[in-house]
């Protein structure tokens, strides 16, 4: 069975940090494509989810302008967990955050989401 299971949610003030995890297991993420979105509301349509980062099997990481230099997703095969650092929060980073994966199964491209995790950035 397929889960993705985030945690590391919370409320943060301007400027500190947090750090999601998604714990992977029915697949490896290794030969896989990870990624994490957001969106403002968990009742939001599943395509407004905004990409924030993706990590490739190859070891390829790309953040979007709006999290670069604040953000990092990083990978642990070992432990078949992702992370998402985010340091330097702005209230504009307030959001549910998904992990996503895409990996190849033994016939076909498969991809499962996660069940999201609150982030609020106020004071």
């Known amino acids: 069975q397929v889960q993705l299971v985030e945690s590391g949610g919370g409320l943060v003030q301007p400027g500190g940090s947090l750090t999601l995890t998604c714990a992977v297991s029915g697949f490896s993420i290794l030969g896989s494509t990870m990624k994490w979105y957001r969106q403002a509301h968990r009742q939001a349509p599943e395509n407004e989810r905004e990409l924030v980062a993706s990590a490739t099997d190859g070891g390829q990481v790309v953040h979007v302008d709006s999290v670069k230099g604040r953000f990092t997703m990083s990978r642990d095969e070992d432990k078949n967990t992702v992370y998402l650092q985010m340091n330097n929060l702005k209230p504009e980073d307030t959001a549910v955050y998904y992990c996503?994966?895409?990996?190849?199964?033994?016939?076909?491209?498969?991809?499962?989401w996660g069940q999201g995790t609150q982030v609020t950035v106020s004071s």
């Open positions: 996503h994966g895409r990996w190849l199964g033994w016939d076909s491209w498969k991809e499962s």
